[in-house]
């Protein structure tokens, strides 16, 4: 079990990474979350400047609020439920898509202390991060990574958005 804050050196929290690393390449980057309830952009958003590469969130609790607001399909929550690869996927690309940016992430999963299951316990999150590649040179592309954490229902909230940072902050190769 891992805290969530690797994926670079130094002592600066993910979030201060993540913004660097954004700022560098000259990146932006949209969040669509669900267990974090805004955690992730919060962090974000505590990094003075952040409005150079955040350019927006989305919190879609409910399956109505994931189809209205990101478009995922009915038939991927129907068929795998929230807390999915699938529907990891089609959220961050929705942000990215959606808000014409270089990354969507995004977050599904059971924070607790309810809601799991045998195959989903509690602590299990989806991770999605979809980069948009320039126009014409086919390298865009969507990865989901699967991730569980314990403790408190606030624990795992932090945990998981922290992690979400650290796996987007590796993808953008730093």
């Not at 130094?10 to 000259?26: H, N, Y």
């Not at 990574?145 to 796996?167: C, P």
């Amino acid at each position: 079990m891992t805290d969530g804050t690797e994926g670079g050196t130094g002592d600066d929290p993910v979030e201060r990474r993540v913004g660097e690393a954004l700022r560098e390449s000259g990146a932006t980057v949209a969040v669509a979350e669900s267990c974090t309830g805004g955690l992730i952009c919060s962090l974000l958003t505590d990094v003075p400047g952040s409005s150079d590469y955040l350019d927006r969130g989305f919190v879609t609790y409910a399956y109505d609020a994931k189809r209205e607001s990101l478009g995922v399909s009915r038939e991927a929550l129907d068929a795998h439920g929230a807390v999915s690869e699938p529907v990891a996927r089609q959220m961050a690309r929705a942000a990215r898509d959606v808000s014409d940016v270089t990354w969507g992430l995004s977050t599904t999963g059971v924070a607790g202390p309810s809601g799991g299951s045998e195959e989903t316990p509690v602590g299990t999150v989806y991770v999605g991060i979809a980069y948009a590649g320039p126009w014409g040179t086919e390298s865009s592309y969507a990865t989901v990574n699967r991730h569980e954490f314990d403790g408190s229902r606030t624990e795992i909230k932090e945990k998981i958005a922290r992690r979400a940072l650290a796996d987007l902050l590796s993808e953008i190769g730093v």
